[in-house]
C-alpha cells in the first residue's frame, strides 16, 4: 500500500498571501495524484486531478505541481472561502488507493 | 452535473452489518466508478474501496478487505457499500463519490453518519 503524508500540518495564512502544500508518496504514482478541499460539516471537493488540472469551479490561482513521489498544491492571494482542510489522494495503477492525512489552511 | 444521495443515518450494535446505499441522479454508475470514503469524528478521509460496474472492478482497502461488500445496481442508479462485524472504530461519517477521472472523485453524496455503539 502506497503511503501518503502532507506538510505542513496547519498553515497559517494572511488572506492575500501564498499557500503552499507539500504531499509526498511512498512510492512514485505518476501524475495518478488528487487534491481535495473540505469544509466542516461538508463533503470533500475535488480540487485538482492529474496533479495539475484544475477541476471545474477552482480559479487559476488554484496550481499543482509535481510528478511521481512528490506534489504541491499552491494557493495565491488567498480568499476568505479558500480556508479548509486539504487533502492528497493518490490513484495509481496499483490499488487500494490511499488519502494523505490533510494540510489545514487557517486565517493567521 | 450528476448529484448522489445517499441513505439516512443509521446507529447498530457491535457485530452488526450495515448496507449503505448512494442513487445518483443519472445513469453515471453504467460508465463511471464510484469510490467509498469514510471519516471518523474529528479524523481525515480513509479510502474504503472502488467499484466499476463498466469494467467489473472491485478494489478494497486492505483495512476493511474481508468486512466490506461494493456492488452497484445500474437499473436503479445506485451504489451500495455493505460492512460486517461492525466494531465501535467503524462509527464514522460514509461518503459515495462519482469518478472524475478513473480513481478521484468528482461527485460526493452528503454523507451517512453510521454509528456503532453497545
Known sequence: EIVMTQSPVTLSVSPGERATLSCRASQ????????????????PRLVMYGASTRATGFPARFGGSGYGTEFTLTISNLQSEDFAVYYCQQYSNRPPWTFGPGTKVEIK | QVQLVQSEAEVKKPG????VSCTASDNSFSSYGVTWVRQAPGQ???????????????HYAPRVQGRVTLTTDTSTRT????????????????????????????????????????
Open chain 2, 16 to 19: 452488526a452489518s450495515v448496507k
Open chain 1, 28 to 43: 512514485s504514482v505518476g501524475s495518478n495524484l488528487a487534491w481535495y478541499q473540505q469544509k466542516p460539516g461538508q463533503p
Open chain 2, 44 to 58: 481525515g478521509l480513509e479510502w474504503l474501496g472502488w467499484i466499476s460496474a463498466f469494467i467489473n472492478k472491485t
Open chain 2, 79 to 118: 451504489a451500495y457499500m455493505e460492512l460486517r462485524s461492525l466494531r465501535s472504530d467503524d462509527t464514522a461519517v460514509y461518503y459515495c463519490a462519482r469518478d472524475y477521472v478513473t480513481g478521484a472523485g468528482g461527485y460526493w453524496g452528503q454523507g451517512t453518519l453510521v454509528t456503532v455503539s453497545s
